[in-house]
């Protein structure tokens, strides 16, 4: 091992030989005193080992009680100086009492580490004279002063405790501490007996309590650890009965808990184990989770516990925190004798989220009252228009966090997967749905500030053969003919662009797409967002207009323009996107994540808040807004006979949309959409709400998205 030595001390003499004690005969014991400090300077352990007494020396196979080899001399001195980084070692004040078989020194040393910074000690030496030569008594006092036989030096990390993720005053993710039974072992009088008494009680084999005790501290020796509400009272009752038990609650280790369980699953995620298949693939993980870290900030192992999805893993590095360290020396009986280096941890950052927690229990009960069977499905974004702030959200059906923390079992999890609600899928940011009629929305918007109609234009209705229409401006057409909706009572009078909205007509927006044309229609929907994914706190899946390579047809043209052909979306990014409509033609960035923050006694500290910015500017003319609001107030008006009369929200005007896609080859079921918002209302009270449900394309069903909606677009919720 190479260092920078620094040495204060002028040897007598230059060394010809250290290969053994009685090898090369030193003329005084202050000699090899100073000759064995040099050596141990410059890293020339076994030379130094050279020269120690025959009492202090193990050179046979077997262990020998305060005797060391030369492999452990070297070790011990080469691990403790790593561990500390320990680069120069400097001896001064060297004072010698010289007799005729004794010899003794007192010396001062300072080891430079790197992580302790000058580690001062005083230590004093024997040499002895073994056969007229002059060796050194040693003891691990000479590398500490404290140090006694049976001792070693330990490096134990210090964990910083992982930030909390909370909203609105609740804990929805926090740290809490565990309930550990543990083992004292200087207690324990027959180990055998205490392991096959402790083991049925904790479910535990008798191997892994013996492996549980060898990791001792201080006489503690934590054999398992419990959430609050996983040990019993008989249990613990009688394990206290056991000699050398103890049961601690809270102090010997902490997990994550989800106080909330189910609640914003798929928005917090969880935590877990390093996520791999192969030794390539963890080292690939921990490398990506380590870069930019370095030791001191406490490196992730194979035996790190992060963020597996949603926030947990978005901000894995901010909730993280810095991992403290101790170096320490440990005693035989596993007590702390000396603390050579403390670092103390600096805990993760906390995560404040916009949401209203009283909301979101609001949501989960009524779509928990409203939704029923495997055969419903669904994902609900509640936010501010005009800042972009979530205030609720839901993928339905959703799954107990706490799971997958406490270890789900092979049956939970083959349950979960099974399930054909598919509650592991994140509906609200990663399924993609054709938009159904809220496109309609966009296509009347882009007809107005396109001049390609106007609220004059009507659809000559003589075109329409028992609710069909097949074009004839466009060539011969080869596709099938283009369905309108059903509608409540037949239209009277000419069919404009406010009764295409009421009863939510295909074949107006087919046809104000086809004169709207391709380009314009792509180009506008573009800027719109139709092709670029969202960003948010967490991954949003990218939106498409039509699939890769596809050639362009006027028939999926006019398609697009309700909201069918090939048009996918998110959920979220269209609540975002439809939100242009209520903030005068600009979408916020939409957000969760009102702020980070560390705790710093009893205040909090801001680290980083969110910054309120727009994704997209102007997508919709102030012209085309004012024309189309009143026209979808009529839409949920429960004197109409529009496609959302059902609404019948009390306290407030919604404008809004309705849209349904079918789904599967045989139409059985359908995509089912809400989208409206408040209109009239001061800023803070300002809400859209987007309810997409997956359902039978039954008529019982249609009403659902209503019962949601209006719950959560009530004034006073």
């Known amino acids: 091992m190479k260092r920078i030595v ?94 005729e078989i004794l010899c003794k020194a007192t010396f001062d040393a300072v080891y430079t580490s790197g992580v302790a910074g000058d580690m001062k000690n005083s230590f004093s030496v024997i040499a002895t004279r073994e056969g007229g030569d002059w060796c050194i008594e040693w003891t691990p006092a000479l590398i500490f002063p404290e140090m006694e036989w049976g001792d070693t030096v330990r490096v134990a990390t210090l964990p910083a405790e992982r930030g909390e993720i909370l909203s609105d005053g609740s804990l929805l993710a926090a740290t809490v501490g565990t309930i550990s039974v543990y083992a004292a072992p200087s207690k324990i ?11 049925p009680l904790l479910g535990m084999t008798e191997e892994e309590i013996q492996k549980a005790l060898k990791k001792e501290y201080n006489d503690v020796a934590v054999l398992k650890q419990f959430y609050s509400d996983e040990l019993s009272a008989s249990a613990a009752e009688q394990l206290l009965l056991i000699t050398g038990v103890g049961i601690d609650y809270g102090n010997y280790g902490v997990q994550r808990e989800y106080p909330y369980g189910s609640l914003l699953a798929h928005l917090i995620g969880y935590v877990g184990a390093v996520p791999s298949s192969s030794k390539e693939e963890l080292e690939a993980e921990l490398a990506a989770l380590n870069e930019g870290r370095t030791k001191l900030d406490g490196l992730y192992t194979s035996d790190s516990i992060v963020g597996r999805l949603g926030l947990e893993k978005q901000y894995e590095q901010q909730l993280r925190g810095k991992d403290g360290e101790l170096i320490y020396i440990r005693t035989a009986e596993g007590t702390n004798r000396r603390t050579l280096y403390r670092l103390d941890p600096v805990d993760g950052y906390d995560i404040e989220l916009t949401v209203d927690v009283e909301l979101q229990q609001r949501l989960d009960e009524v779509m928990d009252l409203v939704l029923f069977g495997d055969t419903t499905a669904g994902a609900v974004v509640v936010m501010n228009p005009l800042t972009g702030a979530v205030q609720a959200l839901s993928s339905y059906p959703s799954y107990d966090l706490n799971l997958f923390t406490r270890g789900i079992s092979g049956k939970e999890y083959s ?9 592991l899928i994140n509906r609200v940011t990663q399924g993609l749905y054709p938009p159904g009629s809220t496109m309609k929305a966009f296509t009347g918007a882009a007809a107005l500030d396109l001049g390609v109609l106007d609220t004059e234009y009507a659809f000559d209705d003589s075109q329409i053969d028992d609710d069909y229409w097949t074009p004839t401006e466009y060539g011969a057409w080869i596709w099938t003919p283009i369905k309108r909706t059903h509608v409540n009572y037949p239209i009277s009078g000419p069919l404009n662009m406010r009764k295409a909205f009421i009863h939510s007509d295909n074949i107006y927006f087919a046809n104000a ?13 573009e800027a719109i967002g139709f092709t670029e994914s969202i960003p948010f706190d ?58 980070i923050y560390q705790e710093n006694g009893v205040k909090y500290d801001v680290v980083k808040q969110h910054a309120a910015r727009l994704w997209k500017e102007n997508v919709i003319s102030e012209a085309a807004i004012d024309t189309i609001t009143p026209m979808l107030k009529d839409v949920v008006n429960k004197e109409i006979n529009g496609t959302g009369r059902q609404l019948r929200v009390e306290n407030c005007v919604v404008a809004a949309k309705t849209g349904t896609a079918e789904i599967g080859n045989d139409k059985s079921r359908e995509i089912s959409w809400f989208v409206g918002y408040r209109t009239g209302v001061s800023d803070e009270d300002a809400r859209l709400v987007l309810v997409m449900l997956e359902i039978p394309a039954d008529t019982k069903y249609t009403t659902l998205k209503f019962d949601i909606a209006r719950a959560m677009l009530e004034l006073n919720t």
Do not use: H
């Open 513 to 525: 797409a086809l004169l709207i044309g391709w380009e314009a229609f792509e180009d506008y929907m």
């Open 538 to 595: 967490i991954g949003v899946a990218q939106p498409q207009l039509v699939n890769e390579d596809t050639e362009m047809s006027f028939k999926l043209l006019a398609d697009s323009g309700y909201g069918q052909g090939e048009i996918l979306v998110t959920p979220l990014q269209l609540a975002a996107m439809f939100s242009a409509l209520a903030n005068g033609g600009d979408i916020a960035v939409p957000y969760v994540v009102e702020g």
């Open 6 to 99: 620094v040495v204060s001390l002028i040897l007598a003499f230059i060394i010809s030989c250290a290969a053994g004690c009685s090898s090369a005969p030193q003329r005084t014991g202050r000699a090899v005193i100073e000759t064995f400090l040099q050596l141990i300077t410059a890293g020339e352990y076994a030379d130094a080992y050279a020269l120690l007494a025959s009492s202090s020396r193990n050179d046979g196979e077997q262990t020998r009680a305060n005797r060391v080899t030369q492999k452990e001399f070297t070790d011990k001195y080469t691990n403790i100086f790593d561990a500390l980084g320990i680069s120069a070692v400097e001896y001064s004040n060297l004072s010698v009492t010289n007799g």
């Open 189 to 199: 009088e027959d180990q055998a007996l205490f392991v096959a008494q402790v083991s």
């Open 415 to 423: 349950a979960l997967l099974n399930d054909p609600a598919k509650p």
